[in-house]
């Protein structure tokens, strides 16, 4: 198909991208900050303009079809470009205000930012903070952020990192959980204990086998996505879980289940791309959390 010969609106193509992306209209009128309808009526006006069908309803949502699927390869280049275009746009304002899309887990964005995000609104009045809240990566090269803060060293080459410094967890529990189910009196007692999931399970059992600890898949009875899921669950008595100092030392209803056992460090990056840094307001974002966060890992060093 000549796709070259056709003449549409770059609304209606973004909608596309975000539907094919999301896999629902629903899904794409919440990334692109609009209204399901309005999706519903893009799609179809460009389905229109191309005269092709290019996605098609399902019991889990839209799925491309053939000629969808061929437009999404121009498309996504297409998108790449509009990006690269706003960087440019961005490097020309020198003005510190606007808006930072900033993409932290859920542990981070509901445990650590709401006590550092206030003294940036008192120094920046003019910015506007959009955190987005995933435990997946998201890409930054179409502008899915501006910042993102992870817990692993970034491999993408073309970003700016920074390692800021390091925190530290350990195995928690609520006290009641305890007094109900005894406290451990040895790391090999620890794994008579009941555990509530983490993402990577398989990565803790590892870790808690070289402590001596034998762990198995049947200790976790519940198995959350949501790191603060897991932070509730712990805190009303469900079992115990590896959890950030940052939390379990400041909640007197937890307590650590085996005193003597070795802290779990792991690391904070910041992250944003080559081009996004020379813009005055990331990176003015980007100075502040590596300031505020580095401060946090220093204190808990």
Same mark, same amino acid.
């Not at 070259?4 to 209209?25: H, M, P, V, Y």
């Given at each position: 198909?000549?796709?070259?010969?056709?003449?549409?609106?770059?609304?209606?193509?973004?909608?596309?991208?975000?539907?094919?992306?999301?896999?629902?209209?629903?899904?794409?009128?919440? &990334?692109?900050?609009? #209204?399901?309808?309005?999706?519903?009526?893009?799609?179809?006006? !460009?389905?229109?303009?191309?005269?092709?069908? !290019?996605?098609?309803?399902?019991?889990?949502?839209?799925?491309?079809?053939?000629?969808?699927?061929?437009?999404? =390869?121009?498309?996504?280049?297409?998108?790449?470009?509009?990006?690269?275009?706003?960087? %440019?746009?961005?490097?020309?304002?020198?003005?510190?205000?606007?808006?930072? &899309?900033?993409?932290?887990?859920?542990?981070?964005?509901?445990? $650590?930012?709401?006590?550092? !995000?206030?003294?940036?609104?008192?120094?920046?009045?003019? $910015?506007?903070?959009?955190?987005?809240?995933?435990?997946?990566?998201?890409?930054?090269?179409?502008?899915?952020?501006?910042?993102?803060?992870?817990?692993?060293?970034? /491999?993408? @080459?073309?970003?700016? /990192?920074?390692?800021?410094?390091?925190?530290?967890?350990?195995?928690?529990?609520?006290?009641?959980?305890?007094?109900?189910?005894?406290? @451990?009196?040895?790391?090999?007692?620890?794994?008579? +204990?009941?555990?509530?999931?983490? @993402? =990577?399970?398989? +990565?803790?059992?590892?870790?808690? +086998?070289?402590?001596?600890?034998?762990?198995?898949?049947?200790?976790?009875? $519940?198995?959350?996505?949501?790191?603060?899921? /897991?932070?509730?669950? %712990?805190?009303?008595?469900?079992?115990?879980?590896?959890?950030?100092?940052?939390?379990?030392?400041?909640?007197?209803?937890?307590?650590?289940?085996?005193?003597?056992?070795?802290?779990?460090?792991?690391? $904070?990056?910041?992250?944003?791309?080559?081009?996004?840094? #020379?813009?005055?307001?990331?990176?003015?974002?980007?100075?502040?959390?590596?300031?505020?966060?580095?401060?946090?890992?220093?204190?808990?060093?």
């Amino acid at each position: 198909m000549n796709w070259q010969a056709i003449s549409f609106d770059w609304n209606q193509l973004r909608a596309f991208l975000a539907t094919a992306k999301e896999g629902s209209f629903s899904a794409a009128a919440r &990334v692109l900050n609009t #209204t399901q309808p309005t999706i519903s009526r893009q799609l179809s006006a !460009l389905e229109a303009s191309l005269g092709v069908s !290019l996605l098609e309803s399902n019991v889990r949502g839209q799925t491309l079809t053939a000629a969808g699927q061929e437009l999404l =390869d121009h498309a996504q280049m297409m998108g790449e470009a509009a990006t690269l275009i706003s960087m %440019v746009a961005d490097r020309q304002s020198q003005e510190v205000s606007g808006e930072v &899309v900033l993409a932290a887990t859920d542990l981070m964005s509901a445990a $650590i930012l709401p006590g550092i !995000l206030s003294s940036l609104r008192e120094s920046a009045p003019g $910015i506007t903070i959009r955190i987005k809240e995933s435990n997946n990566i998201l890409n930054l090269m179409r502008r899915e952020a501006d910042i993102s803060i992870r817990h692993m060293q970034p /491999t993408e @080459p073309e970003h700016i /990192t920074r390692h800021v410094g390091d925190l530290r967890a350990n195995l928690y529990a609520s006290c009641a959980y305890l007094d109900k189910e005894g406290r @451990p009196r040895s790391l090999r007692e620890v794994a008579d +204990h009941t555990f509530i999931g983490v @993402p =990577d399970p398989e +990565h803790l059992i590892a870790s808690m +086998h070289n402590l001596g600890i034998p762990l198995r898949a049947e200790n976790f009875a $519940i198995q959350p996505d949501s790191s603060m899921v /897991t932070w509730e669950m %712990v805190k009303v008595g469900h079992g115990v879980s590896m959890l950030p100092e940052v939390l379990g030392e400041v909640e007197p209803m937890v307590e650590k289940v085996f005193a003597e056992a070795p802290s779990f460090e792991y690391p $904070i990056w910041l992250v944003t791309h080559k081009e996004l840094q #020379t813009s005055p307001r990331i990176r003015a974002v980007f100075d502040f959390l590596a300031n505020q966060l580095g401060e946090i890992a220093r204190i808990r060093s």
